[in-house]
């Protein structure tokens, strides 16, 4: 694997292009990184001095990493196990947009009990991934001939394939083509991959690192929202026993000591059991707002 000689900037990174192009994109804007089509087209105009960035479809990205030709970009773990392996590019942070799962799937009509049943002949499995798929076959003792697909593999069974690997989010358009997931080969989402010599460069590391405390300040964010609940001396102790809060909860006297004023940052899927037992506690004026970034 080489490094490009000559590098014009400091710092090259992989926008993707396609499926997770919006995901990707508003996260960068929530953490003041703008991306803004150019003249150029592919090259966008990024708000992040002394960067240059390119939209380039999720598997080249990976495979540009690979190179050193990008020094971090987005791409799907899925490619990255199907195209390096892993051993070539670094996961630096896993978004979380966009889940999928990688999974065999066939035809209701030829399982047996939800499996695949042994036939007499060589079964015909199509995929996107042949690395994947050919090891998932030999795992699991298949006597199997593999297809490459190039899009809508969903539509292979059963003329033209007896089995299909495929991401899917829902499963919803297998079950529409009459399929079964008969295993889960991975799980996969959008993430933040490095390149490995780029980590050892402390100009391009320092650029790879702030990328994600700002990235993993917006992921922080909005996995939480502010509650905020004024309480009596009395009720005090009490309501702030109730906040999960990130440390411990903020307290400030209200004005005129008429009691306090309370707030933290409280996971947003708690919500319909904190406000509860807040009010319980004997809190009263509850407000929840939205938050933008948190760096702990």
Known sequence: MSTPVSRAV?????????????????????????????????????????????????????????LGSRDAGFAGADWVAELQGG???????????????????????LLESGRLPRLDRRLV???????????????????????????????????DADVIVDNTATGSTLEANGLAIVDVLMRSSTRLYAHRAALDDPARRRYIDDLVLLINSVLEARRRVMLEVNASAACLD???????????????????????????????????????????????????STLSQIVP
């Open 87 to 109: 051993a070539a590019v670094v996961e630096m942070l896993d978004t979380g947009l966009d889940p999928v799962q990688l999974v065999a799937a066939a035809p209701v009509a």
């Open 238 to 288: 009490a309501v702030v026993a109730v906040l999960p809060s990130m440390r411990q909860a903020t307290v400030a006297r209200l004005f005129g000591n008429g009691g306090y004023a309370v707030k933290a940052a409280v996971p947003r899927e708690l919500l319909p059991q904190v406000i509860p037992a807040v009010k319980a506690a004997g809190g009263t004026d509850v407000v929840v």
């Open 10 to 66: 400091p710092f090259r990174l992989g926008l993707p292009k396609g499926r997770m192009e919006n995901g990707v994109l508003t996260l960068l804007a929530d953490a003041g990184i703008r991306v803004r089509p150019s003249a150029r087209g592919y090259r966008p105009d990024v708000t992040l001095p002394g960067a240059e960035a390119k939209m380039l479809k999720p598997q080249n990205i990976v495979e540009m990493l690979a």
């Open 125 to 159: 499995v199509a995929s996107e991934y042949e690395r994947l798929t050919r090891g998932w076959i030999g795992a699991q003792g298949l006597c199997a001939e593999f297809v490459r697909s190039y899009g809508a593999t969903e539509v292979f069974p059963p003329e």
